[in-house]
């Protein structure tokens, strides 16, 4: 089985350019399922309905995100409404719309993804990713031959430990929230796959999407501007897997295309 992984997907220029490549890079890479992060796919900060709709068109068959999920205002509705849409699932608001995990039949196999939030520089809103995780698990135990966790985190550290603390319990772990491709795609001792982070969807001459001029004044000058996306030409990088018949992966590899 081929699975590929994309990295946040920003703004109107990402889910644009994400619209006109995937169909393309689906067929010609033979992909059997495909795993988007979308948390930044709307004009402003977050996934609104319009964005994610355009990312399953383009054939995404379950959308991750992180920790924008709510900031576009009237989508609690469409998180309930929509199974392949998913937030955070170690949220503390036991109350939160939508849900943090979801099972996609195939027919002979089912997929399971996981969507982790980390703790480590993201607030106080969410619970321990790591306990969270061996919960679903226990959940998913027999339920699904393919495991895939998208753990939307600050700090490498927690990425990396996540990796090891999940290798041969699930099929691939990645991260994402950075918006900067790593370079450490690779399979793990016990058969997971798994790069630290899986980079972004948007415009190439930008800082995390944005517009580079307004980031610099705020690092150089201490200028609070508001955010504006940048322009131009775009990149889309994430990672591609390859599993075995039982859902072990055996090959990983970081993938970037313009």
Same mark, same amino acid.
């Not at 772990?173 to 798994?194: E, I, N, S």
């Given at each position: 089985?081929?699975?590929?992984?994309?990295?946040?997907?920003?703004?109107?220029?990402?889910?644009?350019?994400?619209?006109?490549?995937?169909?393309?890079?689906?067929?010609?890479?033979?992909?059997?399922?495909?795993?988007?992060?979308?948390?930044?796919?709307?004009?402003?900060?977050?996934?609104?309905?319009?964005?994610?709709?355009?990312?399953?068109?383009?054939?995404?068959?379950?959308?991750t995100t992180g920790n924008h999920w709510r900031h576009y205002k009237g989508m609690g509705s469409y998180y309930d409404q929509c199974p392949y849409l998913l937030r955070p699932a170690n949220l503390r608001d036991a109350g939160a719309p939508g849900?943090?995990?979801?099972?996609?039949?195939?027919?002979?196999?089912?997929? $399971?993804?996981?969507?982790?939030?980390? +703790?480590?520089? !993201?607030? /106080?809103?969410?619970?321990?990713?790591?306990?969270?995780?061996? @919960?679903?698990?226990?959940?998913?135990?027999?339920?699904?031959?393919?495991?895939?966790?998208?753990?939307?985190?600050?700090?490498?550290?927690?990425?990396?430990?996540?990796?090891?603390?999940?290798?041969?319990?699930?099929?691939?772990?990645?991260?994402?929230?950075?918006?900067?491709?790593?370079?450490?795609?690779?399979?793990?001792?016990?058969?997971?796959?798994?790069?630290?982070?899986?980079?972004?969807?948007?415009?190439?001459?930008?800082?995390?999407?944005?517009?580079?001029?307004?980031?610099?004044?705020?690092?150089?000058?201490?200028?609070?501007?508001?955010?504006?996306? $940048?322009?131009?030409?775009?990149?889309? +990088?994430?990672? !591609?897997? /390859?599993?075995?018949?039982?859902?072990?992966?055996?090959?990983? @590899?970081?993938?970037?295309?313009?």
């Open positions: 089985m081929r699975i590929l992984c994309i990295g946040d997907v920003c703004q109107t220029a990402g889910t644009q350019f994400l619209a006109a490549r995937l169909p393309e890079i689906i067929r010609q890479k033979s992909v059997d399922f495909t795993m988007v992060n979308g948390e930044n796919s709307a004009p402003v900060n977050g996934i609104s309905r319009e964005s994610a709709e355009e990312i399953f068109r383009a054939g995404a068959d379950v959308i849900r943090g995990w979801c099972l996609y039949d195939m027919g002979r196999t089912v997929v $399971a993804v996981v969507n982790l939030c980390g +703790t480590v520089f !993201l607030g /106080e809103e969410y619970d321990n990713p790591f306990s969270a995780a061996n @919960e679903i698990l226990q959940e998913l135990e027999g339920r699904a031959q393919v495991i895939l966790v998208d753990f939307h985190a600050e700090a490498t550290s927690e990425k990396r430990a996540m990796g090891f603390f999940l290798d041969g319990k699930v099929t691939a772990v990645m991260g994402t929230h950075t918006h900067v491709q790593t370079a450490d795609a690779c399979v793990l001792p016990g058969g997971t796959a798994y790069i630290t982070d899986l980079g972004m969807t948007g415009p190439i001459q930008s800082i995390l999407g944005m517009n580079t001029e307004i980031i610099l004044s705020r690092f150089v000058h201490g200028e609070r501007q508001k955010f504006r996306p $940048a322009e131009g030409p775009c990149r889309m +990088t994430g990672m !591609l897997v /390859e599993t075995d018949t039982s859902g072990r992966a055996v090959k990983a @590899e970081a993938v970037s295309f313009e």
